[in-house]
DNA sequence: TTGTATGCGTTATCAG
DNA sequence: CTGATAACGCATACAA
């Protein structure tokens, strides 16, 4: 920058005025900085005013891994949001483990991100006091369920009880008796498969159905957990003639599953997802699912982590948004 | 860090060093400076150290879009690989535009990122001048074809020709004898569409079956595309046996369109895809691939960049990778 | 409208 | 083994 200010015959000063495009700089003293610019090939240099301004641009972005539909959708969403609000998105893969999520926090502050979203999968409310310690003030927005802010975050969720109830309700009203819910669990805790399951009962609860252990296969979100638990319930000569899948990725590995099986979607077993991702309305048969609001989620999360960064909110007071969710209706659930 | 020396009773030279893990210094001192670290809850301001090391540790990655399954599951890799590394990256979406291509490569020197990887769709050899000087010096590694290096970049390829020849040799080998080809070109140019016409082409000669311009669609690399390409095929009336999809994507749309159209997969259309992408094993029917080396292709990227990063490889001297290919069969071409 | 002085937090250098 | 000093490149406050 010296070198562009002497060779323009002005001060660094001048010539910072001028790249930050700053009033009070006269058209001649512009046109001969920005030509020495050009002249001379000079770049800001980002650390230096990095290290001036206490803030980089860049927001970290932890999410178990971008190979899953899910969190590539997701991810792309607030990538080009954060690009449009003048930020950059680091991505840190936790691989869903406790210790990795727990990891892209310290690191967040570390690295100097200017803020964080998260989506958490083993890190859970039960961490919270450890959270708290570990953020203490810097802008953190959660994602998804497991964190559900507990008063110490923003946090972005969506409607996964809900949905879930809509999913189920649905296949009841297309006639299925003996609805199973894949990825569902039995435990306790807060999570998206233990909302999901919640809403899979009280849908259960309301159509006079009984809940029975049976019918809910726990099983990752991967396509691989998918195929699996299709398995796992026909080798126990388990009936079921409705399928609560609680991810898409989850119902494509079953639909997979059942087409081994010979089992005939929707005539045998209906079947319905959760996430909506783009690949459900290809698949073979295309996938009902419940669409929870991906870009509202992801505005919403960049929304209230710039607010946060900028000072804008109250150091106490956090936000809660929940994605509007919307049942789509596609073959596997008989169209 | 001047505060921790001073609750340590040592200089911030000491507290340097400690921190960064240097020999001499002793182990009390050590331990007092550790102890103050911990009690003040100290973290290295990053950058400051990045002004002082003029680097950033960070690596950006421009590809199309994290969505797409092929480059999600890219960037799950590099970015993986590049963590393991020590560095971080950011992702910049391009969304396959050749002016937002030019642009992460201007960006990637604005926001000093230590190298760039980049896919580009849009940018091709026909630029390699204003690349040249665009980049000038800074590491930059070319992932993907349209940039093939030119002799003035760092390259990693896959085996297109060689793939895509393999493919549709295949399909010849099941007896298939009029085989289309979805997201094929019939212009000239250097693009991962049309290396693998070329290899289609080649294929077709090999077997002595004729190249039929009808049996060439050109379509986005999309599930929509290749669910328009198949019906633009039924609609025209152009009889085929046998479909080589340039991308699996492609093909999974493909797939679903051939459902829809009552054609049969394998009996009366074979298909296969490229790319092998982790839910081609779980569609239904399950879809052949070519499976390019992902792992391979991002080690040799990674490794590639680092290396020029660190000064290790001459300035003139450009390093070509071509990931190794392998044909896998599925049921979509009988298994 | 432009320039001067100053400090952001680190680390390399070299003296002690 | 430890410490004083300078410099990385920029932008704020203030003076001219």
Redesign the interface.
């Known amino acids: 920058m010296s070198e562009v200010a002497k060779a323009a015959g002005v001060s660094v000063m001048t010539v910072s005025n001028v790249v930050n495009g700053h009033r009070y700089v006269s058209e001649t003293t512009r046109d001969r900085v920005l030509e020495a610019i050009d002249r001379l090939g000079y ?6 005013r ?2 001036r301004s ?1 803030s ?1 641009g ?1 927001i970290g972005l932890a999410v178990p ?5 899910y969190f ?2 997701l ?3 607030l ?2 949001g954060a ?1 449009r609000l003048g930020y ?6 936790t691989g869903a483990t406790r210790e990795s999520e727990l990891g892209a926090l310290t690191h967040s ?4 991100y200017d803020g964080l979203i998260i989506s958490t999968v083993g890190l859970g409310n039960e961490d919270a006091e450890q959270l708290r310690s570990e953020i203490s003030g810097f802008p953190v927005v959660a994602l998804g369920e497991r964190l559900s802010g507990a008063g110490a975050l923003d946090h972005v969720a969506m409607a996964n009880v809900a949905g879930a109830l809509d999913a189920t309700r649905h296949l009841v009203e297309r006639g299925c008796r003996r609805v199973a819910v894949l990825g569902g669990t039995l435990g306790p805790g807060v999570s998206a498969g233990s909302l999901r399951t919640a809403g899979y009962r009280s849908a259960l609860a309301e159509a006079g159905l009984p809940w029975r252990e049976e019918l809910v296969v726990e099983r990752e979100f991967t ?1 691989g957990g998918g ?1 699996a638990g299709v398995r796992a319930l026909v080798a126990a000569g388990v009936a079921f003639d409705g399928l609560v899948c609680l991810t898409d990725t989850l119902a ?2 079953a ?2 599953a059942l ?1 081994d099986h010979g089992l005939a979607v929707p005539d045998d077993v209906r079947v319905i997802g959760f996430d909506d991702i ?2 459900a ?6 996938l009902s699912s419940v669409a929870p609001g991906h870009s509202e989620m992801a505005d919403a999360a960049l929304r209230m982590l710039t607010e946060r960064i900028a000072g804008r909110r109250p150091e106490g007071a956090f936000e809660e948004f929940t994605g509007p969710h919307r049942l789509v209706v596609r073959e596997s659930t008989g169209g």
């Open positions: 770049r800001v240099n980002v650390a230096a990095n290290l206490g980089t860049i891994g971008v190979d899953a539909p590539g959708q991810a792309a969403l990538i080009e690009t950059q998105i680091v991505v840190e893969q502050r570390l690295r100097m396509l195929a494509l590995g639909l997979r087409a783009e690949q309305a290809y698949a073979v048969p295309s």
